[in-house]
């Protein structure tokens, strides 16, 4: 049965039945309920389809959402990787270019350094230059200086005055030459006694009896009177002049 069943129905009337008046007023009060019922359920059943349709929408969107979430998801790996990509791009023409700018730099450097190599080399080249000349000069002057010494000592040695050997006429006349010869001698050693040798002393084979520097002591003058090296001695003995 629905409403209209309801709206269309009729009751018997009977000898003793119920009252109709009680009867209709239950009758359109259930009316007026089933009413509302009926617009309620079909508020509520508009609702649900309203409620059906948001919820496929929302399936839809939620669908959509994900999709798209797959999508940028998706999209940033591949942006990530470009950027990646290009980062490393990047970083290897950094390197590269850094590595250009320090071997440029390096270049200048080494370029820099022979030039101012040759130029020291060219100071101390003309430094040595100038002190081999100089050393040229200065070992000219000094030759000339020794033998003007050698010369003065020559002359000045010469000029000394040599004791006449005694002769054998006599035996006193030979112990009193003999004695005179040894006081001359005596003398002239305390002369040389403690002086320094000015130069080397030679023998005849070109060997050092006696090197530069070395104090005349008695043992050094019996020593190269035994060599006879005692004029070499005067002269290594005597002190330069200025």
């Known amino acids: 049965m629905n409403l209209t069943d309801?709206?269309?129905i009729r009751f018997n009337k009977g000898l003793r039945g119920y009252d109709v008046q009680e009867v209709n007023y239950f009758i359109n009060e259930l009316l007026k309920l089933c009413h509302k019922l009926e617009a309620e359920n079909k508020t509520l059943k508009e609702k649900v389809a309203t409620y059906e349709q948001q919820e496929q929408?929302?399936?839809?969107a939620l669908v959509t959402a994900e999709q798209t979430a797959e999508s940028i998801k998706m999209n940033a790996k591949d942006i990530a990787k470009d950027i990646q990509t290009e980062a490393e791009k990047n970083a290897l023409k950094l390197i590269?270019?850094?590595?250009n700018e320090t071997k440029a730099?390096?270049?200048n450097i080494y370029k820099c350094f022979y030039s101012y190599e040759r130029e020291l080399r060219l100071i101390v080249d003309h430094f040595y230059t100038l002190a081999r000349?100089?050393?040229?000069?200065l070992e000219k002057e000094l030759a000339e200086q020794i033998q003007a010494a050698i010369s003065k000592f020559d002359t000045e040695y010469n000029t000394v005055p040599r004791l006449n050997r005694p002769s054998k006429s006599t035996e006193n006349s030979h112990t009193k030459n003999t004695?005179?010869?040894?006081?001359?001698?005596?003398?002239?050693h305390a002369l040389l006694l403690g002086r320094i040798l000015q130069q080397?002393?030679?023998?005849?084979?070109g060997c050092i009896i006696a090197e530069k520097n070395t104090v005349i002591t008695p043992e050094l003058i019996k020593s190269l009177i035994t060599k006879g090296l005692y004029g070499e001695l005067i002269i290594a003995a005597e002190k330069k002049e200025g």
């Open 200 to 205: 080397d002393i030679v023998n005849a084979d």
């Open 133 to 137: 000349k100089h050393m040229q000069q």
């Open 105 to 107: 730099y390096r270049d």
């Open 57 to 60: 929408f929302i399936r839809a």
């Open 96 to 99: 590269k270019k850094t590595e």
């Open 6 to 8: 309801f709206e269309n």
């Open 179 to 188: 004695e005179i010869s040894n006081k001359f001698e005596e003398k002239e």
